[in-house]
């Protein structure tokens, strides 16, 4: 029953920005960590950003520097804030959360649906 929504994505030109937004519902007691993943055609998945409920946020040393992730814990969601876009950024975003689950012992992971962001002129 838990279900992660993404939006957000789009087409945007190089330099341009755009701002993804995941909310996490259902029977959740407490989301343990929060992030996006990436995934282009012909490229391994990577890891975009994470944005831990204890330690400090985490960047793919590509993304440094242009994306910043937030979270609204009260809402339950994530957002990723992309500047100055580049052609490589272009993929299926997808956004994660691990998560307990009320009244259920241990963590799962969660995905989203994926949201795409193509970067072109």
């Known amino acids: 029953q838990v279900q992660l929504v993404e939006s957000g994505g789009g087409l945007v030109q190089p330099g341009g920005s755009l701002r993804l937004s995941c909310t996490a519902s259902?029977?959740?007691?407490?989301?343990?960590?929060m992030g996006w993943y990436r995934q282009a055609p012909e490229k391994q998945r990577e890891l975009v950003a994470t944005?831990?409920?204890?330690?400090?946020?985490n960047y793919a040393d590509s993304v440094k520097g242009r994306f910043t992730i937030t979270r609204d814990n009260a809402k339950n969601t994530v957002f990723l804030q992309m500047d100055s876009l580049k052609a490589e950024d272009t993929a299926v975003y997808y956004c994660?959360?691990?998560?307990?689950?009320?009244?259920?012992?241990?963590?799962?992971?969660?995905w989203g649906q994926g949201t795409q962001v193509t970067v072109s002129s």
């Open positions: 259902g029977p959740i007691s407490s989301i343990l960590n």
């Open positions: 944005m831990p409920s204890m330690g400090s946020t």
């Open positions: 994660f959360a691990a998560l307990e689950r009320l009244g259920i012992v241990g963590a799962s992971m969660y």
